[in-house]
């Protein structure tokens, strides 16, 4: 049902399949409104003239039930069948409890055959009612159909465990579940494909019966290769109808950190006379480290066995210190410059937040959970450090005199700062200028000074500052002064307190923000809507970066959205991403070439030895990281590739080449195209190998939607 009738507004007579339509607007169903030029929030009807072909039930076996599948839907929705309701999902602003976003929830409504009125050969209406908070609006990302439902339809193939790798092998359980009332049984396959040479290399075959409301399990063991595609059928016997599972077998590239001591993460940090500094050391090699700092400023310290550094400095200025770090096989020592000075985040901020994965349903625990991860799995130790709350910790009423409450999810958000800050990480924060946040929690708006003070004694290190309702203050008035007040207003508030906070623009790009964002002291600002973990959108985002490349600078970072790798959901249920290796790579590798702010996404306390292996390449990681702080610029397009150029601090130069195809190809591209020398001598950086001078150039065959990553220096 890719198209429906749509109409604007909301009456109770639209539900009715009597109503006449005809003079509605025909809208497509399978992608958001605002994407087709619709520019409203708030209600609006679609109603779909269905005609179910009797054979739909006769070729059932099961006959039990309808699915019908709205794909998602932005905000929340009420659906009739011939009139009757049927199901909501999400509350509508009139609601009890007030409105409440599901647009994370992908719609599937189970219907008993018994309890619908359908017009078997004949039309049916499917009427919708839709409430859009904000943003995207009404039915989309998916194509809405009506199916009768048979067994095949309760069994799912779940690949949702993470691979292992053992050898040259990579292993995972996979779960065939069976929801149906009986015993089913049927054939499950499994097929390797090499794409590179379109050649299938594997192939298994299982017999399995899978008893009612269980699982079976299959053990995939198999080599793990670059560009292996594994496709996962079961086919049910009495029916012969089946369902399928594709993902592609996951490889390492990065090189296990050496035992010996090395020191990673940014060589500068900034921060403003008398606030207060954290900052962790961050250093690979075999535990125990031992830290020491010469040249330590007044007012600082460093705990020699933590690696942490804290206090304050008083006077303005550059203040190099020399690190060193030591262990039983060696000591090795780097230059850090404190830049105290008015400028924070001199490098892109790196840290995790809850968003990509639990959506509104974070809490404190699971906050905590993904911070001890990632210092129990050592992404503290190449520099991540940033623990962000997004939305849904507020309570639904500030206290009496006008202070912002906890809800009964976070019980004691100074002890989560103090928390995080004993271990070296930093503490972000989410909110928005206006009435109520995206989620629709409590924004600050009219309250922001206290909020700011608030936040202060919370020990928060950053906020993210989302747009969200304050449409309902800015209304039509589009002066660029309506759009950079509220976040002046809030500019004023962190400032005046006594720590530093870390500006976090939220905006989605509006009225061009990168070119006013340092008026109003943004670390960094939001250049597009929200990502989701699909190629269309890693795409859609990433690669039209390019042209906001002058805007970027120290303490001033286009934004393109968090990280998209691991296990994210948006929601209590996350799913591994549905990007394949090829692309998570490429979505590190842009990243870091764009200089933009590095957030993981997914519950790093389930983060699998591949997604772990992505994020701790710390010659990867030097290329975000880079003091001189430029974002890459876009040198070549051609027929579906890219190359990106980043000029770093010690003159070489970090250079993207990527294929945009959904195919591998080899790509090649002479010195002189992109401006390099024929000497420079060239090293791979995600595997950490030199590779020999440029020469004729640069010829690398590529996985679709993939990347090589190099470093180029010029003798
Ligand atoms: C907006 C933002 C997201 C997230 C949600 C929270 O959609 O763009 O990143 O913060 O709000 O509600």
Redo the contacts with the bound molecule.
Sequence with gaps: MPQAKFCIGNQAAWSDPRFNDSSWQDLKTNTFWEKQGVDHNGYAWYRFHVRLPSSLKTRSALKDSLLLNLAYVDDCDEVYFNGKKIGQTGRFPEDKGGYSTAYANKRGYHLALKDLTINWDRENVIAVKVYDGN?DGGIGNGTPYVTILDYIDNMAINTNNSFTFAAANVRKELKVTNNNDTLVKGLFTVNAKDEQTGKNVYSKQYNISIAPKANATILIDIAGKPGTTLTYIFAEQKTGKSIMAIEQSPYILTPRPQETPRINGAQITGVRPNSPLIYKIAATGKKPLTYSATQLPDGLKLDSATGIITGSIAKAGDYPVNISVKNTLGTTSRTMTIKVGDMLALTPAMGWNS?NCWGTSVTAEKVKSSAQALIDKGLIDHGWTYINV??AWEASARSADGTIVTNEKFPDMKALGDWLHSHGLKFGI?SSPGRL???GYLGSLGHELQDAETYNKWGVDYL?H?W?SYSEVAGSDTSLETFMKPYRVMQKALRAQPRDIYYSL?Q?GMKDVWKWGPQVDANSW?TTG?ITDTWESLHDIGFRQYKLSEYARPGRWNDP?MLIVGKVGWSGNLRNTRLTPDEQYTHISLWSLLASPLLIGCDISQIDDFTLNLLTNDEVIAVNQDTLGKQARRVLAKNEYEVYVKELADGSKAVGLFNLADKYRTISVKPSEISLSPSAQVRDIWRQKDLGKIAEGLTYKLPPHGVMLIKVKSN
């Design positions: 943003g968003w997004d939305d989410y946040t995206c989620g993210k989302d969200c939220c989605y939001r929200d959205d």
